[in-house]
């Protein structure tokens, strides 16, 4: 949100416009590089984003080592014929035998759950 608030105010400081128009690919292509930066700042720092601690999962490598830039944008283009292809790449891992989707496969990571800690 701030994100775009931000580009669209700097929209209006240059162009005098009040929106940014439907199909402008510079604000497309900003708003991925704020979507990927922030899984790549949340992942490389404790493998977690904000969804992924409510929900207990937590992003590690298959070898227990920690998550390098390399791991990270492999799972992100995994991730589009993942999603791309009817989403088979994604209910994959009801057949693998270890478990794991497409962009884990590429990438050499897993969702791991981390259970609640008792009281």
Not at 18 to 46: C, D, K, M, T
Request: charged share 15%; glycine share 8%.
């Amino acid at each position: 949100m701030i994100a775009g608030f931000l580009a669209v105010q700097l929209n209006l400081l240059i162009t005098g416009a009040e929106a940014i128009a439907p199909h402008n690919r510079f604000f497309q292509i900003y708003l991925v590089a704020i979507i990927i930066g922030y899984y790549f700042y949340f992942w490389r720092r404790s493998g977690q984003t904000v969804g992924m601690k409510a929900w207990r999962i937590r992003l590690v490598t298959l070898d227990g080592e920690p998550l390098t830039l390399r791991h990270m944008s492999l799972r992100m283009l995994g991730a589009i014929p993942a999603f791309g292809v009817c989403l088979l790449g994604i209910v994959w891992h009801y057949w693998d035998k270890s478990g794991l989707n497409w962009h884990d496969h590429i990438s050499q990571t897993k969702l791991t759950y981390r259970p609640k800690p008792s009281l």
